[in-house]
Nanobody, 130 residues
Framework: IVQLAESGGGSVQAGGSLRLSCTASGVTDSLVSMAWFRQTPEKEREGVAAISARDGGTAYADSVSGRFTISLDKAKDTVYLQMDNLKPEDTSMYYC???????????????????????WGQGTQVTVST
């Protein structure tokens, strides 16, 4: 059974930084990609960043490109999301996701499509104040 455990959420002032972590257990050698999504009660789940476990390829939402960095420690099956220059609109519940089937990689590119990820964490709250 694949399980994802997130950590690192919290409260920060605008312009500050946070780093989220997510460790996957039970994936053995089947990990294809990992990603971060976020959702508020008012909005649909939004893809933030994804990374391929095969070649390290990444994908970012336009809203976070240049401010957030996703990385993967394959030895630990842990994905990180470094969030810099945080804005109040980044306030959300952040969810870690993992693909162990292969639906997230199309023609070599990793995708930020929620339905392609089969495993999800419980979420960690990020709050950015002005």
């Amino acid at each position: 059974i694949v399980q994802l455990a997130e950590s690192g959420g919290g409260s920060v002032q605008a312009g500050g930084s946070l780093r989220l972590s997510c460790t996957a257990s039970g994936v053995t050698d089947s990990l294809v990609s990992m990603a971060w999504f976020r959702q508020t009660p008012e909005k649909e789940r939004e893809g933030v960043a994804a990374i391929s476990a095969r070649d390290g390829g990444t994908a970012y939402a336009d809203s976070v490109s240049g401010r957030f960095t996703i990385s993967l420690d394959k030895a630990k099956d842990t994905v990180y999301l470094q969030m810099d220059n945080l804005k109040p609109e980044d306030t959300s519940m952040y969810y870690c996701a993992a693909d162990t089937v292969g639906w997230t990689v199309v023609r070599g590119d990793v995708r930020l499509v929620a339905t392609a990820y089969g495993h999800w964490g419980q979420g960690t709250q990020v709050t950015v104040s002005t």
